[in-house]
């Protein structure tokens, strides 16, 4: 999409080349997916951010699931939970994941079916990582959703059992996706330009 048809702040308006996903069309596909959710979910869930990327999408998902009711036509208690899981610097995978839990956090998933909201999959070896490490602490359940899934020949294999829209194999800022922690602020999803590469490098 043409960049003259959005709103973008006028602080990056050199930094990004063109929207790729706007806005209203990530609160559309977020709305659909606490809908499948919560049509999958039996009793109670324990929703866990990813941070930071995660963090739009799961408060705008949180907030819809509250209002969706599942088979049994019932509401879905929720637990909230955050984790802080870094693996990227600037637009490349740094190959180690550092996880924020303490010992006493990841005991407490013992028995708890566990959603995990990610922003983004590309090789998928950071949820890959994060998945093993969990499952240590014998969670009931584990499902993962994740608003942005790329298709990326470098995918390890991966697929989330949940996911917003497939992208291309391009780096994508806004809606809380950053590069170097810029572009948060952004709502818009957006394919950042070579300006704003080099401006925020
Ligand atoms: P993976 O381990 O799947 O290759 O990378 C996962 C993490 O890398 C994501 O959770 C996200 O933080 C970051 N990442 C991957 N692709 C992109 C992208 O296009 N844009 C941004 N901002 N982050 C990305
Ligand atoms: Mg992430
Ligand atoms: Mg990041």
Do not use: W
């Not at 956090?105 to 590309?122: A, F, N």
């Amino acid at each position: 999409f043409s960049l003259r048809h959005f709103v973008i702040p006028s602080h990056y308006k050199d930094d990004v080349e063109r929207v790729l996903i706007p806005h209203g069309m990530i609160m559309d596909r977020v709305e659909k997916l606490a809908h499948e959710i919560a049509a999958d979910t039996e009793g109670p869930l324990t929703v866990c951010c990813i941070l930071k990327g995660g963090h739009a999408f799961f408060a705008d998902l949180v907030n819809r699931l509250k209002k969706c009711t599942n088979a049994a036509g019932q509401n879905l208690p929720m637990q909230l939970d955050f984790i802080k899981v870094k693996s990227y610097e600037g637009d490349k995978s740094s190959g180690n994941v550092t996880i924020s839990y303490t010992e006493q956090e990841l005991h407490d998933l013992k028995g708890k079916h566990l959603l995990l909201v990610e922003d983004i999959i590309d090789t998928g070896a950071t949820m890959t990582a994060l998945l093993a490490k969990l499952a240590e602490y014998q969670p009931a359940s584990v499902r993962v959703v994740s608003l942005f899934l790329k298709r990326t020949p470098k995918s390890v294999g991966y697929i989330p059992d949940y996911v917003g829209v497939e992208i291309p194999d391009q780096f994508i800022v806004g809606y809380c996706l950053d590069y170097n922690e810029i572009f948060r602020d952004l709502d818009h999803v957006c394919v950042i330009s070579e300006t704003g590469k080099q401006k925020y490098a």
